[in-house]
């Protein structure tokens, strides 16, 4: 402990699949850290052992752990460093430690990041989409009628979007984004990143939703879903595809309403009577 000092709290970055893409720093700053906050003890004792890194670790995960955060401030006002990480990845991000960075800034405490690897990004930046501006949303809703609310909400942003997603879930959320978005809009999927069976899909969403059907595999691991934004020109018509085919659902046959829906709103017809089949199974 050092009273003549407030120690400094390290957000540090830790690999989201490849131990090599540890960085040197988050090492020294692990092996220096008078304790180490983790999101799981267990999982994170896997990658300290393989750093040789012996340090005593305490399980932090923001959410109703009042008690633990006011220990953890507690011994940083004491003077002593503190390193918080994450089970894979950038903590904060979609990750536990908003509440205490908050926490140690209104204190004046000092905080760092060892910055490094961090699945959205890793993923943005091989999409082949455009980088200069996007939107990370995180996961979204489990369930299909908030998930579709909460796309619908960004239906005409420009920005590219991104998302967490789980394995079990990637094909109803692409369905999902097929209804809201159509078809034809360009998305990208990056899977198990820095990992042994890593892979990337890319295509438009009817062809990424039929590549993930045909193969399982796509349907396993660890996923983050980028998607195209809005095309401005496309996004001056005010016409909602599914309103639209809500509507002519109610007079006409599936494939008629598909079809003029398309049509209407320019969109892929074999996506739109796919939106219409599932609506009208439910
Ligand atoms: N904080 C982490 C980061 O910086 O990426 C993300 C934590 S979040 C709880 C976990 C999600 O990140 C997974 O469900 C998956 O969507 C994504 N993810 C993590 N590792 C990944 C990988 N190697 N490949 C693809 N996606 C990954």
Redesign the pocket.
Known sequence: MNSNRTGILSIV?TP??NLQDMVPRAVQTLQSASLIACEDTRHSKKLLNHFSIDKPCVAYHDHGDKKTMEKLLKRLQAGDDIALI??????????PGYRIVAEARKRDITVVPIPG???????LSVSGLPTDSFYFG??LPVKSGQRKTALSALKSSTNTLV????PHRILETVEDLIDVFGGQRQAFI??????AF?TFLQGDLTQLRQQIAEDSNQQR?????VIAGADEKAETSAVDPEMVLKLLLKELPASKAASLTAKICGLDKKAIYQAALRLQDK
């Open positions: 970055a989201i699949g994450s089970d894979a990845g950038t903590p904060l991000i979609s990750d690897a961090c699945a959205a990004i890793a993923a995180g996961f998302f967490y997603e789980a990056g899977r198990e990143i820095s990992k890593e691991g660890e996923i983050v879903l």
